[in-house]
């Protein structure tokens, strides 16, 4: 599968993948499941709504379509080449005012999903044998052979190459719903993130395998990410795994992500300490002549370099790179000490519908440095007494808040995930997930 998938990567390096999916047979069987209440609600209003109603001057013997009920809907996986739809549909005909007989419609039909010119996934269909079948009772059958229909008059209702040319429109993914993947998704209130495919999807015996390419736009504007040093390939799941879809994250995915939220400004913090500039003094004398009324001293914490997430084996890290400018009062802030932060903190990931939920779940370790060496190692020591304790709560704290609605995974409209299993390995995650179709509402 890795190499498969590095097959779907362009020359051009800034097109690569950072994380994919690969929708699984269970998947597809799944997705037939649902779509079979919906194809016969389409067919029904093609097949019935469709016919022209009796009239005075129609012959009352003509052929009507009472009834129309999908016996059998199937989606099946062809590998290296797309997908197998297979519906039967049984149709009560009124041939008179008290006759009716059974026929029995059948599709046939292989798609596949392929990228359009506009970049988006679209499902199309390059195969489809339609056939109409008499359904003849038991003493029929005994009389004679189960015959084709010469397509007469319920032929004439049953337009079949509509049904051929929309056969998609059967299933419930139709390609406006295959664009909401590549549709923008808020993760804070001027950052969002976009899922592009790199190219159509691949067929194999784990499935249908989707690669994508992460973008992020800060204010409107697709913003640069740092390169990723290996190209991302996803990793090949157990055949037998039960899963309706497998998504999966590479290393680079993350530190893209809390790039972009840096860039957006969304990683600086102000953080309110417990001390005042008169029990600062007590500490440090020069404080005394530095402000001459008591006020709070703030930490005005900016990142100074980008951060960088390291994924281990059921471990995730991120590396935080700030400066902090230690100060008092608001309007204005007069800053007295600069000093570095670096923080590395342990990451939790979750997933909630059809988001995933990062935060920080401990912080392992804070390093101060003073930005000026003018200053002695006693002080050094004194300011980490002072402001440790302030940053290992408040940091977390504030990336969890803004982190705290979670970051939209890639997915198609009207679909949630359930029965999610993550796992964290050395440079990507995994998440098996189940599909659910969403309860309609109002």
């Known amino acids: 599968l890795s190499v498969l998938l590095s097959l779907l990567v362009p020359a051009h390096s800034t097109r690569s993948p950072d994380c994919g999916g690969i929708l699984t047979p269970s998947g597809l069987r799944y997705l037939a499941e649902v779509s079979k209440p919906h194809a016969e609600s389409v067919l029904r209003r093609d097949l019935m709504d469709s016919a022209p109603a009796p009239s005075p001057t129609s012959p009352s013997s003509r052929n009507q379509i009472i009834s129309v009920k999908v016996d059998k809907f199937s989606l099946t996986l ?24 059974e026929m029995r419609l059948s599709i046939l039909a292989d798609l596949h999903v392929d990228m359009n010119p506009e970049g988006n996934l679209e499902v199309v269909t390059s195969d489809c044998k339609p056939t109409l079948e008499e359904v003849q009772s038991a003493e029929e059958t005994d009389r004679s052979a189960p015959q084709l229909s010469s397509f007469s008059d319920v032929d004439k209702q049953i337009n079949v190459e509509k049904i051929c040319l929309e056969v998609s429109k059967l299933l419930l993914f139709p390609n406006e719903r295959l664009m909401s993947l590549a549709a923008p998704f808020p993760i804070t209130p001027n950052c969002q993130v976009q899922y592009l495919p790199l190219a159509a999807p691949m067929y194999s015996e784990q499935g249908i395998i989707i690669s994508l390419q992460t973008t992020f736009q800060v204010a409107g504007a697709a913003i640069p990410l740092p390169v990723s040093p290996v190209p991302f390939s996803m990793p090949e799941p157990a055949r037998s795994s039960p899963s309706h879809l497998i998504l999966a994250f590479s290393e680079h995915f993350y530190t893209s992500l809390f790039s972009a939220l840096e860039e957006s400004g969304a990683l600086n913090v102000s953080l309110l300490s417990s001390l005042t ?21 703030v930490l005005q914490a900016v ?27 608001s309007s204005p802030f007069q800053s007295f000490l600069s000093v570095n932060v670096d923080v590395t903190a342990r990451l939790q990931i979750s997933v909630a519908d059809t988001r995933m939920i990062i935060s920080v779940a401990a912080v392992e370790d804070i390093e101060l440095s003073l930005a000026t060496s003018d200053v002695g190692p006693i002080l050094a020591a004194l300011l980490e007494e002072l402001f440790l304790p302030t940053l290992r709560e408040e940091v977390p704290a504030q990336i969890n808040k803004v982190l705290r609605q979670g970051v939209f995974l890639p997915h198609i409209a009207s679909f949630t995930y359930t029965d999610v299993n993550i796992t964290i390995h050395k440079d990507y995650v995994l998440i098996p997930c189940n599909l659910q179709l969403e309860a309609k509402t109002g």
């Open 78 to 101: 062809i590998p290296d080449t797309g997908m197998r739809l297979s519906i039967e549909v049984d149709l009560g005909i009124s041939s008179a005012p008290s006759s009716t007989k």
């Open 277 to 297: 500039t008169a029990t600062l003094a007590e500490k440090i004398t020069q404080m005394g002549s530095l402000f001459q009324e008591d006020l709070p001293v």
């Open 303 to 329: 990142t100074r370099s980008s951060p960088h997430v390291v994924l281990e084996e059921d471990k995730a890290i991120v590396q935080l790179f700030l400066t902090a400018q230690i100060g008092a009062g």
